[in-house]
DNA sequence: CCTTAAAACTAACATCGTTAGCATTATATG
DNA sequence: CATATAATGCTAACGATGTTAGTTTTAAGG
């Protein structure tokens, strides 16, 4: 009731702290009033829906992932920058878990807004893969392997599909990358570092 | 009240019968109560709780994607194989898309059953993989890249992710499966076909 | 100071899964 | 055939979810 400073974008920051630190599974609307010492309605004031705030989120999540990829292929090209981007890739993915899961359950169908935020995924990819004088259309054909085997490999690991066998994960992941590489120099034209 | 055969199966099957129909998104015990004219309450005779529901479920679209795989690699061996077997992956993906659906939102870890469950969705691979003269080791490495990358494509497409670009999705697949194939090449041992 | 708009509140709803307790129906047993 | 028993249905209720409507309170501007 006393009423503090609270705008839509304090209420997008503690959503984000509630769901690094409790967990996306447990988030709800209540837990995030709860935090901001607000009843659940008064929320509405800030927000449209849950599903708009978890939209917001998404944006962030996307943003700071860009921010992570475009860091790590900085100066480097070729097969080093490919490496480097699955790298951080990788790790954003098991650092910022929770996180990473709001990008997963991002329906990219919805918004216009949300499919734009969409390039902002593929434009580091793009950018590592520069080194090699690919074709327009081999690119975004490229650009989508290399997405499904980092995705499809996070979301696998994550899901606990990996236990079955006692081999090193961040081995496989190696190799993954590896048979990217593979297909990559396939399509001749420089070779690189 | 004038009370059918209704048993644990029965139950089951229609509940996977709404989910196909209907979508996963909108299922509930409520409308799976409603299609077998019963109250909701009434479903618990049957069934332990929502989560074990979804389980059975789960098996139930692991033995069907098994056995479409198998029968796809059916006297295939090498490369020709792997392809069959990525083409059937592909296709029960985007022909059952609501059962796919609710194998990967199966929780891998929780139950030693359905961790089991796991190794049937593993066989058919290592089937497929048997022709190349591959350590033990190797297989379970290649075993996690070749999932990746399919379900990575699948999911990522189901999402929506890919409608950024207008080159044609199963072009960007085959690429996909063409890298898993050079990577496996790359291991020496037996071309094949 | 007093009006007004923003931001909090209370109360209610529908939906979800779930449980407890009661009634009924089918089945098996004497 | 009658009756006990277990299986199956029902109703009623809970707490949690998101959401809306209507009301009060707070803060800011004229």
Chains 1, 2 share one sequence.
Do not use: W
Not at 109 to 130: L, Q, S, T, Y
Request: glycine share 6%.
């Amino acid at each position: 009731m006393p009423r503090q400073g609270l705008n839509r974008q304090s209420i997008v920051s503690a959503a984000i702290r509630l769901i690094e630190t409790e967990g996306l599974h447990r988030f709800s609307l209540r837990e995030l009033a709860r935090t901001l010492h607000i009843k659940t309605a008064s929320l509405y004031n800030h927000i449209g829906s849950a599903d708009e705030l978890h939209t917001e989120i998404g944006y962030y999540a996307i943003a700071r992932m860009k921010e992570v990829q475009l860091a790590a292929i900085q100066g480097k090209t070729g097969d080093e920058a490919v490496e480097a981007l699955a790298d951080a890739y990788y790790r954003f993915g098991k650092e910022r878990p929770e996180l990473y899961k709001v990008i997963l359950s991002l329906p990219m169908v919805k918004n216009d807004a949300i499919h734009k935020a969409g390039f902002d995924i593929v434009e580091p990819i793009m950018a590592a893969m520069a080194g090699y004088h690919l074709t327009e259309e081999q690119m975004m054909h490229l650009q989508r392997v290399l997405r499904s085997i980092m995705h499809g490999f996070l979301s696998q690991e994550e899901a606990g599909c990996f236990r079955q066998f006692p081999v090193e994960v961040s081995d496989s992941y190696r190799m993954a990358v590896r048979g990217f590489l593979l297909l990559l120099h396939s399509f001749g034209n420089e070779a690189s570092t």
